[in-house]
């Protein structure tokens, strides 16, 4: 019998995506990093507009250097969030892939996250939250033996949420 390795880490044991049957569909969720680095990105971006806009309407001394430093910094926000997106998607990152038999999560450049399978769901939870800056709706997937499987999907009304509820309401669950 093998022993469990005693240490500092825990390794989640996650299924591969042969086990979990005919994929569905692939939609876009982030762990609790990602939602929060979104937040982070809109809220500098609007400062700096914000920023821009006043450096326009006060006009101090030196008004075209603070305010192409701080047109910079926007270009290097989208600039930056640009290339994160096309890493992302050319690496399958920040997914959630929804099979016959379950589901998948992938981290930022693709691997597996963790997965679990329709049968080991004991539970559905489901939190959304709306402010003037992002919408999100954190998902929990309670399963027996296992710590809940977590992430968030991004946006007023995300296609995955209706997804998820269709496929857990068709495999038992409210």
Known sequence: ?????RGRFIMRQTRSETELGRRIGTYHAVGIVGAL??????????LVVVLIVALVWIRPDSALLKGTVAATAVLVLFGLRLVWRLVTARYGGNRCRLHEGGLAVTGPLGGV?????????????????????MASHRVEIERRGAPPLVFTALGLE?????????????????
């Open 1 to 5: 019998m093998a022993s469990i390795p």
């Open 37 to 46: 680095a979104q937040f982070a990105v809109r809220s500098v971006t609007l």
């Open 113 to 133: 996250r963790d997965a679990v399978m329709w049968r080991e769901v004991t539970g559905l939870r489901r939190t959304s939250s709306a402010s003037l800056l």
């Open 158 to 174: 995300p296609a995955l949420i209706g997804a998820l509820s269709r496929l857990a309401a068709r495999n038992g669950l409210e």
